[in-house]
């Protein structure tokens, strides 16, 4: 006798590789600002610039401090990734904000869960706008009382009740993602 093990929760994280890369792109402006802060030691800074003092600041900035605010931010990522989708019989849960702040809509007003293609939009820039690639796709009934939007978190779109999940930035395949919601949710294959 067999027995068919039906998951109750579906759950997506942050992938590490793209977490590794924002890392290593933070790595490389803090290295430049390490430089800069040493050839400027080395050089007479009225050589390099007529206002040596604005050109420290800047530097500083953004060479010194929004590469370690970067960094303060992903390492914890590293280590514990965090949810971009849980999906269980009650909510589908995804992070918005800046922090992947969980929001749940009820799974009762999932209509459609599929694989799609993002196209490119001019008006916000996210990388996966630029890219104009797929990922999950989850819909939502818009006649429900439900958010029709929200300001999500890297890789995770929601708007006009389609929530989208970038490949890019998900930690697991998209068609058995795919298929283990429209299970948990009762859609048909």
């Known amino acids: 006798m067999s027995s068919t093990h039906i998951?109750?929760?579906?759950?997506?994280?942050?992938?590490?590789?793209?977490?590794?890369?924002?890392?290593?792109?933070?790595?490389?402006?803090?290295?430049?600002?390490?430089?800069?802060?040493?050839?400027?030691?080395?050089?007479?800074?009225?050589?390099?610039s007529d206002s040596p003092f604005l050109l420290n600041i800047a530097a500083g900035v953004f060479f010194g401090i929004v590469p370690l605010i970067i960094l303060a931010r992903l390492v914890p990522?590293?280590?514990?990734?965090?949810?971009?989708?849980?999906?269980?019989?009650?909510?589908?849960?995804?992070?918005?904000?800046f922090s992947y702040k969980p929001m749940q809509i009820p799974t009762k007003h999932v209509?459609?869960?599929?694989?799609?293609?993002?196209?490119?939009?001019?008006?916000?820039?996210?990388?996966?706008?630029?890219?104009?690639q797929g990922g999950l796709v989850i819909n939502f009934d818009t006649k429900a009382d439900i958010p029709k939007a929200a300001i999500t978190s890297a890789g995770i779109r929601y708007s006009f009740g389609r929530l989208v999940?970038?490949?890019?930035?998900?930690?697991?395949?998209?068609?058995?993602?795919v298929t283990a919601i429209k299970g948990i949710v009762g859609l048909k294959e």
């Open 7 to 48: 998951s109750t929760s579906f759950e997506i994280h942050l992938s590490r590789i793209p977490i590794g890369i924002f890392i290593v792109i933070a790595l490389v402006f803090l290295y430049f600002g390490l430089e800069i802060l040493v050839l400027h030691n080395w050089l007479i800074p009225s050589e390099v």
């Open 77 to 97: 990522y590293i280590m514990n990734p965090p949810l971009m989708l849980g999906v269980d019989a009650e909510n589908v849960t995804m992070g918005t904000g």
């Open 111 to 132: 209509t459609k869960v599929h694989l799609g293609v993002a196209t490119p939009d001019g008006s916000t820039i996210r990388p996966e706008n630029v890219i104009g």
């Open 165 to 177: 999940i970038s490949r890019i930035y998900a930690d697991k395949g998209l068609r058995e993602s």
